[in-house]
């Protein structure tokens, strides 16, 4: 599935030349409107034409198409607006409007089809708030409202409370029937939502990594001198990623890339805790060497289950462990039951211990364990020999042990 590679925002501290939605001080609990619109664009994704790495030129018919985008209009759709203010952004229509609110508020978000390019149905799913099923703009055949396809002329009113889990930046995208033509071309967007008593920051810079056509983008520019440039003063800081715990550093070049690269908010919604660790150890000066570049690569690669596994393995390791006693055996039936018992592969534990192993959770069991092993992040161990007994055991590999390290959020400052 083609999806966002990342969406992410980095913001600067500092005062506020905002907008209302974080006005220092304002009251809780208000009501925030936002006009949207689907609107058909010719999209240069390289308008010099030119790959300054290569020293190539690109060619114009790989570069430019049409497209639909998300738009922001004054109320009623009267005219268009900036998706972003231009102090945070360049002016760019990908991605879309930057939606901003306060743990409290609630939003209405005034969606209206204009898409007379594809003249498809589309609609506006968002990530991190609350809702009531008849805003959340996901298509499901059979079941769903008009808020999953709003028809082209037509209008929707999705509306959303930022409640306490909340906080922090999440993305938005259509989910209509055409959501990956949609999501391809360019129908994405952010929204930045602070906590109640959360300073807000001078800018936000959205970063978007993206395929779209034969390129990987950012904010639907490709090349060096084609993609956004984000300015800032000396002094100021780059927060990204404030709600995994620590206190916000720059993130070192060697590993920021990688990570925009590897987050993907779509295909990873249930490892968001893990990518939010990285994250913050590779920001943090304290932890930063914890984090790997290979990392990043290994956690894309990782679904929930063969990362809970992995999970407990290494905590069954370093549970009251000395150093030298982190790499022990463990029996294959163990880590079976343990797999059962956490509910993966569709097994349950109950209260006595007893664990449910039909034979397709002997079989994904059996898929995960090969899946870590390839990664090498635990090892089959065949130095190990019990008369007797099914001679299969496993250990946490030294890599396996760095890299959980790196997924663990950074213990908090004394």
């Keep these: 599935m083609r999806t966002l590679a990342i969406a992410g925002v980095l913001a600067l501290a500092g005062f506020g030349i905002y907008e209302a939605a974080f006005a220092e001080g304002a009251p809780a609990g208000r009501t925030i409107d936002y006009w949207v619109a689907a609107v058909p664009v010719v999209w240069n994704i390289a308008p010099n034409g030119h790959d300054a790495i290569m020293g190539t030129m690109v060619s114009r018919p790989d570069t430019v198409r049409g497209t639909v985008v998300y738009r922001r209009y004054s109320p009623h759709w009267r005219k268009p607006e900036p998706n972003a203010p231009r102090s945070s952004s360049d002016g760019l229509l990908i991605p879309g409007p930057l939606i901003q609110a306060r743990v409290g508020d609630q939003l209405r978000i005034h969606f209206k089809n204009m898409d007379t390019l594809r003249r498809e149905p589309h609609s506006m799913h968002f990530h991190g708030v609350h809702y ?37 930046v999440w993305p938005y995208h259509d989910h209509s029937p055409s ?11 952010m929204l930045s939502i602070l ?11 959205e970063v978007v990594l993206a395929p779209m056509g034969k390129f990987m983008t950012i904010d639907g520019r490709a090349f060096v001198g084609n993609t956004p440039i984000f300015r800032a003063k000396v002094g100021e800081l780059v927060k990204m990623a404030k709600d995994a715990g620590f206190t916000p550093q720059a993130v070192p070049i060697k590993l920021l890339f990688p990570l925009l690269e590897g ?15 990285l994250l913050a150890n590779a920001a943090s000066p304290e932890n930063e060497e914890r984090v790997r570049p290979a990392f990043i690569a290994t956690l894309r690669q990782l679904s929930r289950d063969e990362a809970e596994l992995l999970n407990w393995v290494y905590t069954r390791a370093t549970n009251g462990m000395p150093e030298q006693d982190l790499f022990q055996p463990i029996h294959e039936t163990e880590m079976l039951e343990a797999y059962a ?6 097994g349950r534990g109950n209260g006595d211990g007893a664990r449910s192993i039909t034979a397709a959770v002997n079989w994904l069991f059996g898929s995960c364990l090969g899946t870590l092993e390839a990664e090498q992040l635990i090892r089959t161990r065949f130095d190990i020999i019990k008369v007797g007994e099914r001679n299969t055991f496993y250990s946490l590999t030294y890599r396996g042990f760095q890299f959980v390290t790196a997924c663990r959020p950074p213990k908090p400052k004394s």
């Design 263 to 277: 987050a993907s908010l779509e295909e990873d919604e249930d490892l968001h805790t893990l990518w939010a660790a």
């Design 179 to 189: 959501m990956m033509d949609s999501i391809e071309g360019g129908m994405y967007g």
């Design 132 to 168: 009531e099923p008849s805003s959340d703009g996901a298509y499901v055949p059979g079941f769903s409202g008009e808020d999953a396809m709003v028809r082209p002329g037509h209008t929707y009113t999705y509306v959303l409370n930022a409640g306490d889990d909340s906080a922090g």
């Design 195 to 205: 906590g109640r008593h959360e300073r807000a920051p001078d800018r936000e810079f």
């Design 341 to 346: 018992g956490l509910g993966l592969g569709g």
